[in-house]
């Protein structure tokens, strides 16, 4: 918070500040996920399966007609082990998927009670909203390797950075925009 204070002495009027931020651990949950999935005959938490009826239906439908192995949880590991950041195919449907999982890595994956990302956590305990997740924020070698170049917008409402710290500390609620709020089941 020295920072915001910092401009403030600045330039006064500014009540609202945003990051943009890295997600270090949302390929290694992902793929984890992944590896769950494929190892059990059913999903941990049935009521919240990983992926959708419509998503399954399109790594089928990949799979068939790119001679595939037809599980979809493979067929999506597959895909996400080879560049896939130019396929015109491949790409809008892996832009919908990996934002909806980022959004529910960010808000519904913690660890006693706290958000399991590091730096997600970080903000959150400053008083951020999780504002917006930023497809191809950072495509660099080790934004790939972290969360398949995915980032993350924190939102700093000054008004809001009490309650928002104080209820992610004390009741473990995470403040959310409604634009991320739409991918979360």
């Known amino acids: ?17 945003s990051t943009l931020s890295p997600i270090p651990g949302f390929r290694k949950w992902l793929e984890t996920q992944l590896a769950l999935e494929s190892n059990t005959a059913t999903t941990m938490f049935p009521e919240v ?5 419509e998503e399954v239906q399109f790594l089928e439908t ?12 493979t067929t999506l590991k597959d895909i996400l082990n080879k560049d896939w950041s130019n396929d015109q195919e491949l790409e809008p449907f892996l832009k919908k998927l990996l934002t909806r ?29 999780v504002y917006s997740i930023n497809w191809k924020g950072n495509i660099s070698p080790q934004g790939m390797r972290q969360s398949y170049g ?7 409402n000054l008004p809001d950075l009490k309650d928002n710290s104080s209820n992610y500390i004390m009741k473990h609620q995470i403040s959310v925009s409604d634009a991320v709020r739409q991918y979360i089941p």
């Open 49 to 53: 399966p990983l992926l959708t009826k």
């Open 101 to 129: 999982l980022t959004a529910r890595y960010l808000v519904n994956s913690r660890k006693r009670g706290l958000a399991l990302d590091p730096v997600a956590n970080f903000h959150l305990q400053n008083g951020a909203q």
């Open 150 to 156: 995915l980032m993350v917008n924190y939102l700093y």
């Open 1 to 17: 918070m020295e920072v915001v204070k910092k401009i403030q002495q600045t330039v006064p009027n500014i009540t609202t500040f």
């Open 62 to 73: 990949y799979a068939a007609s790119a001679s595939l192995d037809t599980n979809p949880i």
